[in-house]
């Protein structure tokens, strides 16, 4: 991404490894903390709020690619420990220390690019700083992009004809906890089934053998079908009550992630 004809830059630092991400969005961010005063009755002042701190908060979007896809995902299944962001927005250079996972969202629409949101959250030794000479500035560098293919959702061996849209979301509390809304046309050929799913497979990319399963999807609300001659699009959400599996498989690459 160029801001004012100059690149801006974004990285995730863990463990000494430094994983470039594709610039899309980014709202991290240092925000006051603390407790507010409510206004007195009957006058005109309005609620104080006694700053106590600061806590770093904010998201990061980005594009899935061949060269980040793992290091995400591996966040993920570490999501309690601790990780480096640094940020060059041009008018400024940062590095928000020590934050860690939040919740994270995938989703993508067909023939469309996968994007992943990860939200990030203040722990006790957290605290941002500014670039000092040792820091390294690793520019993106161009690779494979991943787009999502709507027809290429099997649930239960059974493919679907087509499922347009997919958001996959996850919060990590005391538990991890994940969801999944499928976007589809209503009726019984686009989307047969209305129980629980045993085992969802959604394909990243054929050619590099990257795919998720998903499993025991629990539906959190019902379908109705409708008397209508035109196509109507719907969604429905499933609550992931197994674990969920990222997969590579290929010639070079043989690895899971179990979240």
């Not at 206004?39 to 700053?51: H, S």
């Not at 041009?90 to 939040?102: F, P, R, T």
């Not at 040792?134 to 999502?148: A, G, I, K, Q, V």
């Amino acid at each position: 991404m160029k801001v004012q004809g100059r690149d801006c830059t974004l990285t995730i630092a863990k463990d000494g490894e430094y994983y470039p991400l594709p610039y899309s969005e980014e709202t991290v961010r240092t925000a006051s903390k603390g407790y507010a005063l409510p206004g007195v009755i009957g006058l005109r002042n309005r609620e104080k709020l006694v700053e106590t701190g600061k806590a770093i908060t904010g998201c990061v979007v980005t594009r899935l690619e061949y060269n980040n896809i793992l290091a995400l995902f591996l966040l993920l299944f570490y999501s309690n420990e601790k990780f480096d962001i640094l940020v060059d927005r041009v008018c400024e250079k940062l590095i928000y220390k020590n934050v860690s996972v939040k919740d994270f969202e995938l989703r993508a629409e067909n023939n469309e690019p996968l994007y992943f949101r990860l939200d990030v959250k203040d722990n006790d030794d957290s605290f941002t700083t500014g670039w000092d000479i040792t820091t390294p500035s690793l520019p993106w560098n161009e690779c494979r992009t991943f787009y999502y293919d709507g027809h290429s959702v099997i649930a239960d061996l059974k493919k679907f004809p087509l499922v347009y849209r997919f958001e996959l979301t996850g919060k990590f509390t005391e538990k991890a906890k994940y969801q999944i809304t499928l976007y589809f046309p209503l009726n019984t050929e686009h989307y047969p089934t209305q129980n629980k799913i045993e085992k969802l497979t959604i394909t990243l990319d054929q050619q590099f053998g990257i795919w998720l399963d998903l499993y025991d999807l629990k539906p959190l609300d019902d379908m109705a079908d409708i008397n209508c001659a035109d196509t109507v699009l719907c969604y429905q959400k499933f609550e992931v009550t197994g674990i969920v599996v990222f997969n590579i498989r290929n010639s070079e690459q043989n690895t899971q992630v179990v979240l």
